[in-house]
């Protein structure tokens, strides 16, 4: 399972880090995601860091946001920049299932608020 | 960017029913496909990936089926555990897509 932390209230503009432990598996031998959901609202896919290193990202984070992993913690973690209201929501971290394309094991998720 | 939109957005229904939610894509999408349920105030749980394949654990009264631009996610026998917003997810060039949910009540 992944176990989640950080997050909390942070001031626009400001940074925050996201911390996304996992045990039973291996992170670098799997895909790890971060998805976001905004108060009331659906799921939004942030982040991917790929086996290979490789990173992509969700056009409304793009610039801002940073995922980095530390194999020898078999850590994730999501740096966040010049955060706004709209980063706003409920952080998960999640296992990309393969083959499959999904996200079979997710974190309890950990709440950012961005406001002055 | 390829869109997914589900339908309904809401959806009521009794204990014993057979429901039917649909996610369809703004162009045909491949058969990477997946649903979700998620309960309020809980992480979401992987149902369906790849269209149609239960992921383990998951009660065979969930079905998955689609292809092109029209995927459903059936549930055939409602519980009173299934009453929870569903989601449906696409992965497409190393990014992925929700659906904007569906929220599934008891009437």
């Known amino acids: 399972h992944v176990v989640q932390s950080g997050g909390g209230l942070i001031q626009p503009g400001g940074s925050l880090r996201l911390s996304c432990a996992a045990s039973g598996f291996n992170v670098r031998n799997d895909y790890m995601s971060w998805v976001r959901q905004a108060p009331g609202k659906g799921l939004e896919w942030v982040s991917v860091?790929?086996?290979?290193?490789?990173?992509y990202y969700a056009d409304s984070v793009k610039g801002r946001f940073f995922i980095s992993r530390d194999i020898f913690e078999n850590t994730v973690l999501l740096h966040m920049n010049s955060l706004r209201a709209d980063d706003t929501a409920i952080y998960y971290c999640?296992?990309?299932?393969?083959?499959?394309?999904?996200?079979?094991?997710w974190g309890q998720g950990t709440l950012v608020t961005v406001s002055s | 960017d390829i869109q997914l939109t589900q339908s309904p957005s809401t959806l009521s229904a009794s204990v014993g029913e057979r429901v039917t939610i649909t996610c369809r894509a703004s162009?045909?999408?491949?058969?990477?496909l997946a649903w979700y349920q998620q309960k309020p105030g809980k992480a979401p749980n992987l149902l369906i990936y790849?269209?149609?394949r239960l992921d383990s654990g998951v009660p065979s009264r969930f079905s998955g089926s689609g292809s092109g631009t029209q995927f459903t996610l059936t549930i055939s026998g409602l519980q009173p555990d299934d009453f929870a917003t569903y989601y449906c997810?696409?992965?497409?060039?190393?990014?992925?897509?929700f659906g904007q949910g569906t929220k599934l009540d008891i009437k």
């Open positions: 999640a296992r990309g299932r393969e083959p499959g394309n999904a996200f079979d094991i």
């Open positions: 997810q696409h992965y497409h060039n190393y990014g992925f897509t």
């Open positions: 860091i790929y086996k290979d290193a490789k990173s």
């Open positions: 790849r269209t149609s």
């Open positions: 162009q045909s999408i491949t058969e990477w």
